[in-house]
């Protein structure tokens, strides 16, 4: 494979432009965003360590009913979840109790938010939370590994989503599935930043380019969409 590339420079050029066809990169963009075009979408600024204190914030609950996420994910006590974006573990630590025999890996890609995770780790006494050092453009969980992979307000952050998300395809049991949980962003009247919200419509179009199928969409959050994907397994091939 290696001679192959070096006798024909062209094939190298389509392996280099491939992960890049699919964004566009624009001059004049909002200034929520990074210019980055995904499906027609704008990516949105990550927000950093520096905004922790926001994500472990007193009145979350009553906002965002966070512990109504976690009844609506129908855990089993043996499941693996990847907390996609984990930050501080907010999610994480509200699973992790649920999986006694289970554990969450909490992936996030700054190490501020991992070493917030692991001084939680100790405070809480909980030892079934994992933090993973993810990149930006992978994950770096094993295949087919996790049950479950959760992203709450996150993955309109991703600055490479195809990529990711074809990562965390690739570390799904068949039949695994991807809860997405985004501020709706068909209702102008929920005040969040409009790259910041995402309606479902273009997640599912998002979704459906790594091969996850629409399962359903639970509008059961005071303003947030939550979203659930399946990967295809044997059964689903067989009923086609």
């Not at 695994?176 to 995402?198: A, C, D, Q, S, T």
């Amino acid at each position: 494979m290696l001679s192959c590339v070096l006798l024909n420079p062209t094939l190298t050029a389509q392996a280099a432009s491939s992960s890049t066809t699919v964004y566009e990169q624009r001059i004049i963009h909002s200034p929520d965003g990074i210019g980055k075009y995904y499906m027609g979408r704008e990516i949105a600024q990550v927000m950093g360590y520096t905004g922790a204190g926001w994500l472990e914030r007193p009145n979350r609950e009553g906002e965002e009913q966070p512990s109504k996420v976690v009844s609506l994910l129908n855990l089993k006590p043996n499941d693996v979840v990847a907390d996609i974006g984990a930050g501080t573990g907010y999610f994480s630590f509200r699973i992790a109790p649920l999986l006694t025999t289970g554990k969450v890996l909490a992936v996030d890609v700054q190490r501020e938010m991992l070493e917030i995770i692991e001084l939680f780790k100790k405070e809480k006494n909980i030892t079934n939370v994992e933090p993973v050092l993810a990149t930006l453009s992978n994950p770096d969980l094993p295949s087919e590994s996790i049950d479950l992979a959760l992203m709450v307000d996150a993955y309109h952050e991703l600055e490479y989503p195809q990529e990711v998300m074809q990562g965390i395809v690739k570390s799904l049991k068949p039949g695994g599935k991807v809860v997405l949980v985004e501020y709706r962003g068909e209702n102008p009247f929920i005040m969040i930043k409009h790259l910041h919200k995402m309606t479902q419509k273009q997640v599912r179009k998002e979704m459906q380019a790594v091969g996850l199928v629409w399962q359903e969409t639970k509008n059961l959050l005071p303003q947030q969409h939550l979203m659930v994907f399946k990967k295809p397994d044997s059964s689903d091939i067989l009923t086609r």
